[in-house]
């Protein structure tokens, strides 16, 4: 396994946002953004060594049910020691902190998702203990899946709020780990955005999941509420409309093209996975917005075949993806409506599958 790019450090706000921010005239925001991007680093150094050892294989506990989550939710305390201490396990009644209770509920929900839309027993298909680390570090502005839990910040306030705020965050993240046991696609430019948008779809596909809402009642946001009051924006992603979550002073400009007309050729962010990643996440919106009804059933159930499905390579192409998803819906479907959308979205963001 390639250690540099293999997606066992997967955090939600791309290095894009940092750049600008580490700019900010205030100097405490600078100073935040930096703290955050070091953090970020060791971390990211850390996972590479443990991937070069590799990770110990992780069971269940024994007399686990295999239709119930096993969730620990642990507290740093403000320090960047993983885990921390335990706050909350399986079954344990609420506790004082919302944020724990959050986290909690999240782990719950995308593993409530899998099982009933997918029949996946968590996210390694095995039963595999779902583990998350709150208040980490000190302002830290991300929320990241390290290959083995999830950990959160509390965000500093000013730009972004608490990490756990927004459920599909929870499910983008732990879809990192879904596809790092799937279809481990590398996470480097095309396979990386590809890597980066089944965490935007699947995340989005929890909160849709947990709120019962069906394809025209979704925001298709990503990190919807995460933003500060004052910052100019709604979320960090929209799949509906790339390119317009934020426009901020501070924060800058919502990179993301919705077609392969704006495709941008980059060497930052592991060649841009955060943000081509819209093109992909706006033809499942545009599949789904076609579909219609509740967009985790078809829609979801197609590109849930290709991660899954064993033919898609860890070095995919969008094209390639695009033409798996057209024979997953005919497999699954037949040639009928959802194989016809299948194409039509495709072609409308660019990447005819013919
Ligand atoms: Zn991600």
């Given amino acids: ?117 997918y029949q996946r027993h968590s996210i390694d298909g095995n039963g595999m203990p779902l583990d998350a680390t709150v208040h980490f570090d000190h302002s830290y502005n991300n929320a990241f899946w390290n290959g083995t839990q999830m950990v959160f910040g509390d965000g500093d306030g000013q730009i972004f709020l608490d990490f ?7 499910g983008h993240e732990l879809t990192h780990g879904v596809t790092q046991h799937t279809a481990n696609l590398t996470y480097f430019g095309q396979p990386g955005a590809l890597n980066e948008s089944m965490s935007d779809v699947f995340g989005s596909l929890v909160k849709q999941y947990s709120l019962d809402q069906d394809a025209h009642q979704a925001d298709w946001l990503i990190g919807a509420g995460l933003l500060a009051p004052g910052v100019h924006g709604d979320a960090l992603r929209s799949m509906k409309a790339p390119g317009t979550a934020y426009d901020d002073p501070v924060l800058g400009k919502d990179p993301q093209p919705a077609t392969m007309d704006h495709y941008v050729t980059t060497g ?25 009804g509740k967009a985790w059933e078809r829609a979801g159930q197609i590109w849930y075949d290709v991660l899954t499905g064993g033919h898609l390579g860890t070095q995919a192409m969008f094209k390639d993806f695009a033409k798996l998803t057209v024979a997953a819906a005919r497999a ?17 963001v660019g990447i005819p599958p013919a």
């Fill in 1 to 117: 396994m390639d250690a540099t790019t293999n997606p066992v450090f997967c955090t939600i706000i791309p290095p894009h946002v940092f750049d600008r921010l580490i700019e900010a005239e205030d100097p405490a925001l600078a100073r935040i953004a930096r703290r955050t991007f070091v953090a970020d680093a060791a971390q990211r150094t850390e996972r590479r060594l443990t991937t070069v050892l590799g990770a110990e294989p992780v069971a269940p506990p024994a007399g686990a049910a295999a239709d119930q989550p096993q969730r620990t939710v642990y507290d740093a305390q403000h320090t960047t020691t993983l885990p921390g201490h335990k706050v909350r396990g399986e079954g344990e009644a609420p506790v004082q902190d919302a944020t724990v209770n959050r986290a909690y509920a999240g782990l719950g929900a995308t593993f409530e998702l899998y099982l009933k839309a």
């Fill in 164 to 170: 756990t705020l927004p459920v599909d965050v929870i």
């Fill in 268 to 292: 930052r962010d592991n060649g841009g996975v955060h943000i081509n990643s819209g093109i992909p996440n706006h033809a499942f919106y545009l599949l789904a917005d076609e579909l219609g």
């Fill in 332 to 348: 699954r479907y037949g040639d009928g409506a959802e194989y016809q959308a299948v194409q039509k979205a495709w072609s409308q």
